[in-house]
């Protein structure tokens, strides 16, 4: 009889708290998709040469935000440390160290501060490379939308 109470315990205690977390449905803002729930929400821009997902900072204090980068095919090592070259917005392009995900397959990369994307213009070209071999060109538009429907996402759900 303890165990089923433990069950039962350990059952509805989550469902509870999730009842209370405030969510985002999908949205689209222009070419982006936008989403989120209790503070940590995502804009994505997706096209049949790859998608890009820009994270507000979370929650929990794990990261400043951040940018992921996916797209089927990709042959990516799974783990930290892997080594790719973006251009695009100034304050990402580079060298830049990312966390690979082979089940994705792509890329997460932490931004340096939780203001980084202010910096992100309204459209510009992003392409990433790898060894030389170009992983993802494309050309991102009607970011300054997608960002404020992210700040929106975020106040909205907190």
Do not use: H
Not at 6 to 20: G, W, Y
Not at 106 to 131: C, E, H, L, N, Q
């Amino acid at each position: 009889m303890k165990w089923l109470i433990a069950l039962a315990f350990t059952l509805v205690v989550p469902v509870a708290a999730q009842a209370q977390v405030k969510e985002m449905p999908l949205e689209a803002v222009g070419p982006w998709k936008v989403s989120g729930k209790g503070g940590d929400c995502l804009v994505g821009f997706m096209t049949p040469n790859g998608m890009l997902m820009i994270a507000s900072p979370a929650t929990g204090g794990e990261n400043q935000g951040g940018m992921m980068i996916a797209k089927p095919g990709l042959t990516v090592a799974d783990g930290p440390g892997q080594a790719i070259e973006l251009s695009g917005p100034p304050t990402m392009a580079g060298a830049r160290t990312a966390i690979g995900y082979s089940d994705m397959p792509g890329y997460w990369m932490s931004f340096p501060s939780a203001t980084t994307i202010d910096a992100f213009p309204d459209s510009w070209r992003f392409k990433v490379t790898k060894g030389g071999e170009t992983l993802m060109d494309l050309n991102v538009t009607g970011f300054t939308a997608a960002r404020a429907a992210l700040r929106r996402c975020v106040t909205q759900t907190s």
